[in-house]
């Protein structure tokens, strides 16, 4: 079984990056925007098994559970790393063989991507999409699921890959244009704006570009 885990951290101390950018309300509603997009790609891509998402926020674990997924409660968010490698364990339980995970911060994901990412996993015990830089991790699978342990954050895709290879796993590199892009910063929100100025994300951002401009 293909499961997809999308960790979703509160709201509210979300984007924190955009601080000085975006208020805390508009980095709140970016969040929950993106998420709920994120969301429904994935609800819309063939190939899954399962869809989870991550959290401890209840207005998330609402909408999640709205729109069909399951939903894996935390009682504390330690670190995006913990909350991808605890959640993996339970979907091994549940009898899952390969996990995708997949963050929240990349609006411009395609049903096709998550269905590129779903074929390379059964060719691969390892799969990573580096963020845009190539030092980070936009996305990751894994069969099974505990085939690498998650190093997210800074230098994140030199982590998971020297960690794969060193334990003898076959690694592939991918790189989908929505998947690659993720945003984080005030250039990042210039980019979607220029990619996708009708997206809902987009709208949260657009008239603090022009301020800003």
């Known amino acids: ?54 959290t401890s926020d209840e207005a998330t674990d609402r909408h999640a559970r709205g729109s069909g997924a399951l939903v894996f409660e935390e009682q504390e968010q330690r670190s995006h790393s913990h909350s991808a490698d605890a959640a993996a364990r339970r979907a091994t339980e549940m009898g899952a063989r390969t996990i995708l995970l997949i963050p929240i911060d990349v609006p411009l994901v395609t049903p096709a991507e998550i269905e590129e990412l779903i074929a390379a996993a059964a060719e691969a015990g390892v799969v990573i999409v580096p963020s845009s830089d190539g030092t980070g991790t936009n996305a990751l699978a894994r069969t099974p699921p505990d085939a690498i342990r998650s190093r997210f954050g800074p230098g994140s895709f030199r982590a998971h890959l020297d960690q794969a290879k060193s334990l003898g796993r076959t690694v592939k590199v991918l790189r989908p244009p929505g998947l690659v892009f993720d945003v984080d910063t005030p250039d990042d929100a210039a980019e979607l704006l220029a990619r996708a100025p009708h997206s809902r994300a987009a709208q949260v951002v657009r008239s603090k570009w022009a301020l800003k401009s």
């Open 1 to 54: 079984m293909i499961f997809a885990l999308l960790p979703v951290k509160a709201p509210p101390q979300a984007k924190q990056r955009l601080n000085g950018f975006l208020s805390a309300a508009e980095r709140e509603a970016l969040a929950r925007i993106m998420y709920e997009d994120v969301l429904a790609v994935l609800c819309a891509s063939r190939g899954l098994d399962r869809i989870v998402v991550v």
